[in-house]
């Protein structure tokens, strides 16, 4: 494919009208030139697609082994990447590796030869090592979010990788944040170096206001509860800088009928999964999360971010604003401070939030149902859609929102009303000649079972 057809690919295929100035320097200076790249821009600026259009235009269909390595510092970050490139083409064999996937179902289709893997550095190395991953032929190295990479430390892993690549592999680095000195093992030849981290054009500080909201008797639960009911019900994350309060937030939400999901690195992974679809299908309208949800999750259309916590470095605080005021939108951030805590120095034309009387319950009537099949089962959207337009009695077609389908499962949103009748009608009949069970599906199974 022609560098103009992916690129008019991508805009029918990701609703947008333009690649923004960023993804049109990375892909000129990627054809133009034959220099690694290395791609400073902010979170939720689009470096995913900037790198997924050079991928692609590499690609030779008649090469029987890996071509193309992206590297991702998360899980999260490689299925976005993963789910990008197949939307851009889906007839280019690729295939995504991560802990807490299948191991088995990843040999599967690593033995088909991809023509692009994308993963995680310990997965990755552990396929490499055994010998499921020929990297001989790889001439595209993409290392995604290389400054997230290096602060969860895995430069072990990733000097082992780069070790079995050939040097001569061309690659394109990108990084939310300047990255003082790159490790030994990356080994650039001939790089250019495209800087948007202080372009206007870029920039999400003009569209995002934030405010200072003071947890009155130092009581930060009841002020966020407080918050969350004073703002419109729209999507909101909740960031906390440890597991434990992100955990005590959402226990006290959810005891007040909030609904609300969880997001950490303990959790999982079929955990975090349903979390992030069932906070983008509209299920839930609260999402508490660690900072683990600051950057790399397909999330969209987010308009409120609350730092329960106070972020601790002006990058975190640029990550977690980051999820909101996305493309050309708009969003609010809100910190909150007990009476006599201080806003970190690097916060800057903060308003006052003053709370006013209850008005948002943040109620979803939304329902994500949980089917037992999923894409290695070879069920589609459309499979879906036919299977509940079909058997489910009180349900009409133009009522199923989003479907979400993960290797052995998928997720369908219906009007929460309708959700238990849909489960009864369309049980006892088989999808694709398959017999499946249909259930509520909840985010947090560990709550669930308590």
């Known amino acids: 494919m022609t560098v103009n057809t992916i690129i008019e690919k991508a805009k029918q295929a990701l609703g947008i009208t333009a690649l923004n100035p960023m993804q049109n320097k990375v892909i000129a200076c990627w054809t133009e030139t034959h220099d690694d790249l290395i791609v400073y821009s902010p979170t939720g600026t689009g470096k995913t697609l900037a790198t997924a259009i050079p991928a692609l235009l590499v690609i030779n269909d008649q090469a029987q082994a890996p071509q193309v390595l992206i590297i991702a510092p998360s899980r999260e970050l490689a299925v976005q990447t993963h789910g990008v490139l197949k939307k851009l083409s889906p007839l280019t064999q690729s295939t995504c590796c991560y802990g807490g996937h299948n191991s088995g179902d990843e040999r599967l289709s690593l033995a088909s030869k991809p023509m692009i893997v994308v993963g995680t550095p310990g997965r990755l190395l552990d396929h490499i090592n055994n010998n499921h991953i020929d990297t ?135 955990e975090r999964e349903k979390a992030v679809a069932m906070f983008n299908n509209g299920t839930v309208i609260v999402l508490v999360a660690t900072d683990l949800a600051a950057r790399g999750l397909d999330i969209a259309n987010v308009r409120h971010i609350v730092h329960y916590e106070l972020p601790l470095t002006h990058e975190t605080l640029i990550h977690r604003n980051g999820r909101t005021a996305r493309v050309d939108a708009t969003g609010d951030a809100y910190l909150i401070t007990t009476l006599n805590e201080p806003l970190p120095h690097f916060v800057e034309q903060c308003r006052i939030f003053n709370h006013h009387s209850p008005e948002n319950n943040k109620i979803s009537h939304i329902t994500t149902i949980h089917i037992s099949a999923g894409k290695k089962e070879k069920v589609s ?66 709550f669930a079972r308590s």
């Open 381 to 446: 959207r459309g499979d879906i859609v036919g299977f509940l337009a079909t058997h489910a009695s009180n349900l009409e077609a133009n009522e199923i929102g989003t479907i979400t389908i993960h290797d052995h499962y998928s997720l369908v949103a219906v009007p929460a009303a309708k959700a238990k009748e849909t489960i009864n009608s369309a049980s006892p009949f088989k999808l694709k000649k398959l017999k499946v069970k249909l259930s509520i599906a909840k985010p947090i199974l560990r």
């Open 136 to 270: 001989a032929g790889v001439d595209t190295i993409i290392l995604d979010e290389l400054d997230k990479t290096l602060e969860l430390g895995f430069s072990d892993e990733m000097h082992a990788i780069m070790n079995h690549c050939p040097t001569t592999a061309r690659k394109i680095l990108t990084s939310a944040t300047m990255i003082d000195t790159l490790p030994n093992y990356v080994k650039l030849n001939n790089c250019h170096t495209i800087n948007y981290l202080k372009s206007s054009a870029l920039m999400t500080d003009d569209r995002i206001t934030l405010w200072n909201v003071k947890a009155k008797d130092n009581d930060r639960l009841s002020c966020l509860l407080q918050l969350l009911y004073s703002i419109p019900d729209e999507r909101t994350i909740v960031f906390a800088n440890t597991r434990e309060s992100a955990e005590q937030a959402y226990k006290f939400l959810t005891a007040r009928k909030m609904s609300t999901a969880l997001y950490h690195g303990a959790l999982e992974q079929i």
